[in-house]
């Protein structure tokens, strides 16, 4: 079987999933802060940007035209349609970030996240719930960057979404917001030292990404 990314370099991935205003992406970036070893994939997305968000920091913004050229040349390690948009992470940019020493974090969903898994079944795969669906929509309304149809469509959402917390390895209830960033720091450094430990050298891995670089792991 193909080891994980992590065998790759000794770097580890791990995938965050959660319901669109759970909470994921302020935890993150509390935690990438807090961590430079650690890095964030910046995914391709069809979805027009918010206010704020910049093309190539939150996402590469792309059209629907160009995402699906992409897919077709097998740019994306997984990809997904979420809320209507479509969602890719590239395989080369994961790949480059992990060959370079970063432990790499994949802010995906639940689709994405399955792909990760069967691709690298070592992947440390962690779930962000909100402590309620009025929580959840709360949140998506005081945030104030989407409009009353995207909110709706997103929290209709959310629920099927939660039904595949139980195949994630952790969950974290996002209800205090630093007591759910103590937990999440402390699971990602358990992820780190297990997926250390597992490293190994798959030169299979090497070649079909065309890696060329190889540590003493
Ligand atoms: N524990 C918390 N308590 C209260 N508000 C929170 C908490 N965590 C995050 N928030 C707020 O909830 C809003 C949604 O958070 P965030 O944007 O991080 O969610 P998300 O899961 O990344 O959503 P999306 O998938 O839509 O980008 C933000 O305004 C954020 O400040
Ligand atoms: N499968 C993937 N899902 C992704 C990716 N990038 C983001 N997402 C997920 O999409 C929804 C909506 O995100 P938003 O930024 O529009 O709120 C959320 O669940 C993200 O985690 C990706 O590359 N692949």
Redo the contacts with the bound molecule.
Sequence with gaps: MVQPAQAVSGSSLITVT????????????ALIQADSSLRLSVSHTTRQPRPGEQNGREYHFTTVDDFKKRLKEGEFLEHAEVHGNFYGTSRVAVLNQLNEGYDTIL?IDWQGAHQIRRLFPETVSIF?LPPSIT?LEE??N??G??SQEIIKQ?IAAADEEIRHASEFDYVII????DQ?LSKLAAIVQTARCRLTRQAIKNRDLFEQFGINCCNNQ
């Design positions: 959660a319901p669109s205003g759970a909470g994921k992406s302020s935890l993150l970036a802010e962000i929580a949140r998506l005081k945030r960057q989407d997103r996002n209800n205090k917001f759910a």
